[in-house]
């Protein structure tokens, strides 16, 4: 099997794996410690969850603090709930975990529009009596990296705050500058599922959205794992320091599966994107009979979240595609662990597939 669907998750890397093993231990070890217990091995298993925040933290802006959640999902449905912002605006390819919690607690939504790159214009306008505006950084389908740094400004000269999906782009790109809330999970930075956070700006109060026993700053109720903690700090550590590496790696498989896929047009930004994602198209091509005859590979035709809802992707829609391009669109998510010769085969595979379709 050539995995090739790194948007919809990572391979865990074996630092994190490692480092969440002694927290995963039997009784003799006392890794299975309650973190919020006061005895010395709740203290030991408080300690590691403190590291793991300094180093998810080191990821993302000075200035905030980091609460750990059971995934983005969960950090952005606090952020948004939270927050008590009434008036919402998102963009149109925004991840179901913003636009439908967004529409959920306002269906009267703002949704500010992309061009056909996928790009929110820096200068979009920002109704009045919003008061919280959210973009992500990078698309989960079209990787399209987004100018947060400019939008969240203008959400700012606008009175709203500013809220980023970072799920794509953290520990691959710089943090997003000048949010307001940012949102990361752990496993689509080689890290464990069933973990993730919200940074949050100093000086920004939020309203909890799960109450008991007050953890995690009284913003998060629930015993925390400290095994999923230690493995997203040391997958964020890692990617902290191989982040360059990383970057030049995904170039190289870039410019391979480009040229694979010569004959194919590709979706989202050719220049303003994390190119650890490639999205393509061929009209006429039959998606679903392409990886049913290639069920040797792993690659997607959208979003795993959206996957088998049978309609077309909303981020292809909002770029200006047909439905039947959009439905004739394939993804493939390559990373650290992506190999070159894999890659290349991939592609001679899928694109002699495709032939067979005669399209």
């Not at 995934?71 to 927050?83: D, F, H, K, P, Q």
């Not at 919003?130 to 989960?140: E, P, W």
């Not at 994107?273 to 990886?291: E, H, K, Q, Y």
């Not at 069920?295 to 979003?303: I, P, V």
């Amino acid at each position: 099997m050539i995995y090739l669907d790194y948007q919809a998750t990572t391979p865990l890397a074996p630092e994190a794996r490692e480092a969440m093993l002694p927290w995963l231990g039997g009784p003799e070890a006392m890794g299975f410690a309650n973190p919020h217990s006061p005895h010395r091995p709740g203290r030991a298993a408080a300690a590691i969850v403190e590291v793991a925040r300094e180093q998810v933290a080191a990821l993302l802006p000075p200035g905030g603090r980091v609460i750990f959640t059971s995934g983005a999902t969960e950090a952005i449905n606090l952020a948004l709930v939270g927050s008590g912002a009434k008036g919402l605006a998102v963009s149109a390819i925004e991840h179901a975990a913003v636009l439908d919690t967004a529409r959920a607690i306002e269906p009267a939504t703002v949704i500010l529009p992309v061009d056909g790159t996928g790009l929110v214009d820096p200068a979009v306008p920002i109704p009045a009596g919003t008061g919280l505006v959210a973009v992500m950084q990078v698309n989960n389908e079209i990787g399209t990296v987004q100018p947060v740094a400019a939008l969240a400004e203008r959400a700012h000269a606008a009175g709203a705050l500013f809220l980023c999906d970072a799920v794509q782009g953290a520990g691959k790109l710089a943090a997003p500058a000048g949010a307001d809330l940012i949102a990361v999970s752990a496993h689509k930075l080689y890290g464990p599922k069933g973990i993730g956070a919200l940074w949050i700006r100093d000086g920004l109060d939020l309203a909890p959205m799960i109450h008991g026993g007050g953890q995690e700053k009284g913003l998060r109720s629930g015993t925390l794992s400290p095994a999923l903690c230690a493995g997203f700090g040391a997958a964020a550590k890692l990617a902290a320091s191989r982040m360059n590496e990383d970057a030049a790696h995904v170039e190289t498989l870039w410019h391979a599966a480009r040229e694979g896929f010569s004959r194919w047009t590709l979706n989202g930004s050719p220049e303003h994107r994390w190119r650890g994602n490639l999205n393509v198209r061929l009209p006429g091509l039959d998606v679903a009979r392409l990886m049913s005859d290639l069920r040797n590979l792993a690659f997607s035709a959208g979003s795993a979240c959206a996957s088998g809802s049978g309609r077309p992707s909303h981020v292809l829609k909002a770029i200006g595609l047909s439905d039947s391009d959009a439905k004739a669109s394939i993804r493939l998510g390559f990373g650290r662990y992506s190999d070159l010769g894999e890659l290349k085969d991939a592609c001679e595979r899928i694109e002699a597939a495709a032939a067979a379709q005669g399209v």
